[in-house]
């Protein structure tokens, strides 16, 4: 009994021990590999086509159709991230009018922090065309290593269903010609 | 007697894994932004009740005026913003979100007055940082905290409650949400009680 009584507290310690990490990751390094992010599958047609993803109920971002995806860490209460959408805009409709690029990267949004309804009034206020996702508790935010927003990564997905993350950033987009000549040649796009 | 000790332990665990606090803080602030750490949610006894008129205040604005919530009776509905302090991680979102919001304000013919107990150039320098605020910013630093004090949200350390109040045109409450001063206040909620003010 003894015995059994020790190995709890040698256990619990190593958890209390392990507590802090529980909210300090890191940001996903630059030639490393994404955390595990699961979104739920978009309700809307439109956004499952765009992302290549079949009906069901939740997915991972390499499993996107796309050679390179591009990830917007944002909130709705962010006067950075509010000032940047229409420049985020921009870079969607530079990528959608361009026919080399249009199916190689695809644009994703997730709001840190932001109810489904904080991140439908950000989408509806800007007139945001890609889909975007709520995560109100936080929960992504954490595995991403608590960046400050806006912020942007970018993931190279392998034919082979590996991915590297080529990009990852605090900041807005900037010049979106510059940005995109960035994350081309970042992902090795010609 | 270990099932005990382990059963006694579990509590502590989840308390240890749910109190990490949580925000996203906006790069618009760069590193200026004192993190207080986790506080106790709620330290105060509210003294106003909805359905109930409110005690009436006049308090700086940071624009130079005095603002009195008598002055918007019979004219429009007035939702009290308090949050606890300038230069912190919570706080510095909200009203950003609020200024994005404004239309939601204005559907429901609502003023918003955001509050804190932080002087006049301290609220001046902290809003400036979140672009041009359409509501007004009141001060209630000096006698400290005496309008917070009045509804019963000042806490012991001399800040505000994160309290949202929504009053109608007849000066009545309709709405309280004194909320866990560690997190931020869902904007789905507000925007459903100033629809009920219709």
């Known amino acids: ?72 860490i944002f909130s709705m209460y962010c006067p950075h991230c509010q000032k940047d ?7 969607y409709s530079r990528i959608m009018n361009d026919g080399d690029l249009r199916d190689n990267i695809k644009l994703i949004g997730i709001g840190v922090g932001n109810s489904d309804f904080e991140v439908d009034f950000f989408r509806k206020t800007y007139d945001i065309k890609f889909p975007m996702f709520s995560d109100a508790e936080f929960s992504i935010h954490k595995v991403l290593g608590e ?23 605090l900041g807005g987009v900037g010049d979106p010609d510059e940005f995109l000549k960035k994350i081309k040649n970042f992902a090795g796009l010609k | 007697m270990i099932q005990n000790i382990i059963r006694r332990f579990i509590p502590i665990i989840a308390l240890a894994l749910i109190s990490v606090p949580a925000f996203a803080l906006s790069d618009a602030y760069k590193n200026n932004i004192y993190n207080p750490g986790e506080l106790k949610p709620v330290d105060s006894t509210l003294k106003v009740k909805v359905g109930e008129p409110v005690p009436d205040f006049t308090l700086p604005a940071i624009s130079g005026e005095k603002i009195s919530l008598s002055q918007f009776k019979g004219k429009k509905n007035v939702v009290l913003s308090f949050v606890p302090a300038a230069w912190t991680p919570v ?47 009141l001060s209630d630093f000096w006698p400290h905290g005496e309008v917070a004090g009045i509804y019963g949200i000042l806490r012991p350390e001399g800040v505000t409650e994160r309290a949202l109040f929504v ?25 459903k009680e100033m629809k009920k003010l219709k």
């Open chain 2, 91 to 137: 706080c510095s979102d909200q009203w950003p979100g609020y200024n994005l919001a404004r239309s939601f304000f204005e559907e429901n013919d609502a003023i918003l007055l955001g509050i804190t107990v932080d002087s006049i150039p301290t609220l001046y320098a902290w809003t400036n940082q979140m672009g041009k605020l359409w509501f007004p910013v």
């Open chain 1, 1 to 72: 009994m003894k015995k059994a009584l020790t190995s709890f507290i040698v256990a619990f310690s190593f958890l209390i021990l392990s507590l802090p990490s529980f909210g300090q990751n890191t940001p996903p390094p630059e030639g490393g590999i994404l955390p595990k992010i699961s979104l739920p599958v978009p309700g809307a047609e439109g956004y499952r086509k765009y992302l290549g993803l079949k009906a069901g109920s939740s997915f991972l971002v390499p499993q996107i159709k796309a050679k390179v995806v591009l990830i917007e």
């Open chain 2, 167 to 191: 009053i109608d045109k007849e000066g009545i409450l309709r709405y309280a949400n004194v909320a866990d001063i560690n997190k931020r206040p869902e904007l789905g909620a507000l925007v």
């Open chain 1, 147 to 169: 960046v400050r927003t806006p912020y942007f990564i970018a993931v190279k997905i392998n034919l082979n269903g590996t991915h590297k993350v080529v990009y990852s950033k």
């Open chain 1, 85 to 91: 959408a229409p420049v985020v805009n921009d870079l």
